[in-house]
Each structure stands twice: as C-alpha cells, then as structure tokens.
C-alpha cells in the first residue's frame, strides 16, 4: 500500500511550457485534490474531485487544468507556465471527504510534494 | 466563506514547558476544524478534529485542541513539548458543502531544548 504518490519530485520549467504532475493513490479513495504551498500563505486549494468523472475548482484555478478519468489518478496539467507558479504542489486524497455529513472520515492523505521552478 | 486565522507566524517554547498554537475560525454554520503538521520537506500529516461534541479533542502525538465557540477558537496545545515537535502547523475549516479543506498560513512551532 503506497498510499498518495506524486511524480516528479522536482520539475525546472521555462515560462510557456506545460507539463503535468502525476498523482496516484491505492487506497481507492474517491475524493482527491490538488494544493499549492506558498511561503506565508499556506495551503491554497487549486481543484479537486469527488470521484470519476467528477471535477470542480478550489481558491486558485487559473492556469491549471484537472481530469479524473480512474478513481486511482488525478493529474494536474500546467497550460502555459508562468513564473507565479512556481511553489509546491501536493496531491491528497481522502475516503470520505465530501460526503456529508461530516464526522466518519475526512481525514486528507498528503503525497511527499512536487517542488516546481518557472524561470 | 469558511475561512480560519493563525496569527502567529512562528512560535518559541522551551522543551518541557506548555506549548499552545492559536487558530480562530470564520464559518456560517456549524464548524468542523482540522490540525495538520508538516515536517520538513514531507506532506501534512493529519493530528485532530473537532466535528461535535466535547470541546477538547485529544488528537496524535500527544496534541490535543480546545473548542471555543464564544471565542471563535480551535487552539492547538500540549502540555510537555518535545524539541521532536518542532514542525509547521496548520488548522484548517471544511467548507464548500464539505468539499473543500481550507488551510491557514500556518504556524512555525521551534521547541529548544
């Protein structure tokens, strides 16, 4: 059991790539969800998922595409890098996140990260 | 919209002594408040929540957190800190219908030994 797996660990991008952060998780956890970490501004929530076919967006959307076609991945896509995206990325994934009412399971299970530089 | 504070950016205790890391919510509807810690270049780990019931909620690690509805506080707290504890701190308020986890700015806590 892995758990939440996110590829690469570290990503160097020039400004107007695209590029996509892998997630992957083998708890067959429907909901999942994408953060970016900003010194000083904490988590900040891009997009997430509450199952297969199942997109919406979180705080900071712009820039950033989602798709969910398995329960298992759920890959950020950047369209065209720019500079202010440069943070950490984190990938999370929870059983029951969600689903209300709340008080069974909402507990978030964080991948290791994904340090992304735009030049 | 569900939002939370941590005032402080950083928090200095000496091992041993009682640590306490503050966090105050905004929320339209009853509260449903998280702790998380990051060690150093890790993902958050869940420590507690608070959903109903007791107002003291005794989490991982030892951490446990104080309900304060009149204040509008959910504050972390422990009573012997460890210099082990020394990591980065978030609260963090369901919102969004429950689907989204919203994070404060977090809370650097430096235990010294």
């Known amino acids: 059991n892995a758990g939440v797996t996110q590829t690469p660990k570290f990503q160097v991008l020039k400004t107007g790539q695209s590029m996509t952060l892998q997630c992957a998780q083998d708890m067959n956890h429907e909901y999942m969800s994408w953060y970016r970490q900003d010194p000083g501004m904490g988590l900040r929530l891009i997009h997430y998922?509450?199952?297969?076919?199942?997109?919406d967006q979180g705080e900071v959307p712009n820039g950033y595409n989602v798709s969910r076609s398995t329960t298992e991945d759920f890959p950020l896509r950047l369209l065209s890098a720019a500079p202010s995206q440069t943070s950490v990325y984190f990938c999370?994934?929870?059983?029951?996140?969600?689903?209300?009412?709340?008080?069974?399971?909402?507990?978030?299970?964080f991948g290791s990260g994904t340090q992304l530089s735009v030049l | 919209a569900q939002s939370v504070a941590q005032p402080e950016d950083q928090v200095n205790v000496a091992e041993g002594n009682p640590l306490t890391v503050k966090c105050t919510y905004s929320v339209s509807g009853n509260p449903y408040l998280f702790w998380y810690v990051q060690y150093p270049n890790r993902g958050l780990q869940f420590l507690l929540k608070y959903i109903t019931g007791d107002n003291l909620v005794k989490g991982s690690y030892g951490f446990e957190a104080e309900f304060n509805k009149s204040q509008t506080s959910f504050h972390l707290k422990k009573p012997s800190a460890l210099v082990s504890d020394s990591a980065l701190y978030f609260c963090?308020?369901?919102?969004?219908?429950?689907?989204?986890?919203?994070f404060g700015a977090g809370t650097r806590l430096a235990v010294h030994p």
């Open positions: 963090a308020v369901l919102s969004g219908g429950y689907n989204k986890l919203i």
């Open positions: 999370a994934s929870s059983p029951l996140l969600g689903t209300a009412p709340p008080g069974t399971n909402e507990k978030l299970f």
């Open positions: 998922s509450v199952g297969a076919g199942i997109t």
